[in-house]
């Protein structure tokens, strides 16, 4: 049963512009959401994240939305750059559970110039 | 944040044998986490690690294929026995970090372990 999921395995954006990425959950428990980038070979590193109480977070040129009533949540990247490219991974975690992190299956982003 | 340390990075390994991985980590935590990333899959919870205390798994992860080890507040190990090439994946630790009102994670780089 996966509960968080990120159904677009791949997104190709042009230098500049903004990209999107997508995360789905299913246990309305979550309750701390996270999106980290992975560049081959390295481990994963954290970006932003959002508590539930807000539906909104902005950090540099990255801002998280969530929408608890969707159960979705997206990130935000403007403007993209070409060191962007990774796979963006969300979690999520939910208080009482020893702080473990559910993981989603990943998104390649790739920026193009 | 913390800085983790982990090794080794990557090694080849004959089945039937066994791999330990370590981690050491810059400053003292209470807990410390090992995750599983098979190719091409997300990353997957294999043990919660406190210190002075067994391990905690995850469904469908057992201490005898998975001993984990934790003899401090600033190193773990992970040895995975047995080895078969269902094991091949990457192997990363993890410790977590609070900020004000954020808190986090911080990952090692990540063992990636190949089984022949």
Known sequence: ???VKQNSPSLSVQEGRISI???DYTNSMFDYFLWYKKYPAEGPT????????KDKNEDGRFTVFLNKSAKHLSLHIVPSQPGDSAVYFCAASYTGTASKLTFGTGTRLQVTL | SAVISQKPSRDICQRGTSLTIQCQVDSQVTMMFWY??????SLTLIATANQGSEATYESGFVIDKFPISRPNLTFSTLTVSNLSPEDSSIYLCSVEWTGGAFYGYTFGSGTRLTVV
């Open chain 1, 1 to 3: 049963d996966q509960q």
């Open chain 1, 46 to 53: 954290f970006l932003i994240s959002i508590s539930s109480i």
């Open chain 1, 21 to 23: 990425l997508n995360c």
């Open chain 2, 36 to 41: 599983r990333q098979q190719p091409g899959q």
